[in-house]
């Protein structure tokens, strides 16, 4: 397994993904570098520029644990479109070991002889999906990190000098770790944490929302109403970050049909499910987390604008 020069990149930079065969010869005969996969998605981007989003050190694991992860980054808006794993609709932003990247514009480096790949193209599409076990960065995300404990104060330092964070955010970030700490300790509910009434059981509502339909977000005590007391509906939780989006007017971006679990090597179907140009995870709630998820709506959380159509 060859090892491609490596250069720290950070916010802002502008990058190149480097050729699929250099890219190939850093991974092992899993397709992993550092158990991390280089997935059958990800080829269409070589020879591509990019700027940097952010440094991918830390990642919250569906939307509770953190765990730390070297040596990676996030470009700018550059996700998952699932062709290779079941057509999975999460549009997960797509994690970057920077060997497989250049600084944009610096001479091509002549990898090692095709003898010492240990893995071809082909292999990373057999492997992505073998016998309804799918194979991908979300399903392997704890495999290919560490456990990133709340108290180790190195996090929040990279979270300014390394992703620039700025001072009034990182505080913001900081107190509601702080908070939810606290809450989580003494039972009590985490920042802005929304239950509904208990025990709602309501039939699914189906707009049959397409992209590029308008919609606007209902009201948070609208939607409050559709919640179980542990603020989801159907299983499908109502995060914290998506009551800013309240009363916004949204383009819908895709429809959810199908998911992988995270850490898992599971599909699960799901219904009624929609996801919103622009509406992302901000990770203020989980410590600043830089992944950047798009958010699941319910349909029943969202009404059509007269007038609204796929364009």
Not at 72 to 92: E, I, M, P, Y
Not at 126 to 135: D, I, P, S
Request: charged residues 25%.
């Amino acid at each position: 397994m060859a090892t491609a020069q490596q250069t720290k990149f950070f916010p802002g930079d502008l990058v190149e993904v480097r050729s699929l065969n250099e890219i190939l010869a850093t991974l092992d005969d899993n397709g992993t570098l550092e158990r991390l996969p280089f997935m059958p998605e990800m080829s269409a981007y070589a020879g591509r520029r990019f700027r940097v989003s952010s440094r991918a050190f830390k990642t919250c694991v569906d939307d509770s644990e953190m765990r730390s992860i070297d040596n990676t980054v996030f470009l700018d808006n550059v996700r998952c479109d699932g062709q290779s794993h079941g057509d999975c609709d999460k549009a997960c932003l797509i994690f970057w070991k920077e060997a497989w990247l250049r600084p944009a514009g610096a001479t091509a480096e002549t990898c090692e002889a095709k003898t010492n790949v240990q893995i071809s193209e082909a292999d990373l599409l057999a492997l992505a999906n073998r016998e309804g076990k799918f194979f991908c960065q979300s399903s392997e995300i704890v495999n290919a990190s560490k456990p990133l404990p709340f108290w180790e104060p190195r996090q929040y330092v990279l979270d300014l000098l390394h992703n620039r964070i700025s001072i009034g955010r990182w505080l913001k970030g900081m107190s509601i770790a702080v908070y939810n700490k606290i809450a989580h300790l003494t039972g009590r509910p985490s920042w802005r944490f929304v239950a509904g009434p208990g025990t709602y059981n309501g039939t699914r509502s189906n707009l049959n929302l397409q992209p590029g339909d308008l919609v606007r977000v209902k009201s948070l005590a609208e939607i409050q109403q559709t919640l179980d007391a542990a603020g989801k509906h159907h299983h499908l939780l109502f995060a914290p970050s998506m009551a800013e989006f309240c009363g916004s007017v949204m383009r819908v971006q895709k429809r959810v049909e199908k998911i992988i679990l995270e850490a898992t090597p599971r599909q699960r179907e799901i219904k009624d499910t929609v996801l919103l140009e622009g509406a992302t995870c901000d990770g203020i709630c989980h410590r600043l987390c830089p992944r950047q998820s798009l958010l699941f709506w319910r349909e029943c959380w969202l009404e059509k604008v007269n007038g609204s159509s796929a364009s």
